[in-house]
């Protein structure tokens, strides 16, 4: 059974740091990709990061040079470090394990920066 679970969110200053871990208890048999997706209050879900198995890496256009992602196979845990933080990068985040046949979704970490 898959689950993801997020952690590392909170409140933090404009340019500071955060590092949002996610942990995976198990891959699912379809997944072609980890990624880190965000929701602001009144907007739509957005892609923040996407790493796939070939470990090709796609950034959003609002987060690229400030944020990374990274992985830890051994920990079944993706990370996402996230610097130089601005007030719109306030959002739900939420780690996600998209596969051809079932997506898995954590339950979210905020993050609020001001």
């Known amino acids: 059974h898959v689950q993801l679970v997020e952690s590392g969110g909170g409140s933090v200053q404009e340019g500071g740091s955060l590092r949002l871990s996610c942990e995976v208890s198990?891959?699912?048999?379809?997944?072609?990709?980890m990624g880190w997706f965000r929701q602001a209050p009144g907007k739509e879900r957005e892609g923040v990061v996407s790493?796939?198995?070939?470990?090709?890496?796609r950034y959003g256009d609002a987060v690229k040079g400030r944020f990374t992602i990274s992985k830890d196979i051994a920990k079944n845990t993706v990370f996402l470090r996230m610097n130089r933080l601005k007030s719109e990068d306030t959002a739900l985040y939420y780690c996600?394990?998209?596969?051809?046949?079932?997506?898995?979704w954590g339950q979210g970490t905020q993050v609020t920066v001001s």
């Open positions: 996600a394990d998209l596969g051809w046949s079932t997506d898995y």
């Open positions: 790493i796939d198995n070939e470990g090709d890496i």
């Open positions: 198990a891959v699912g048999q379809s997944t072609y990709c």
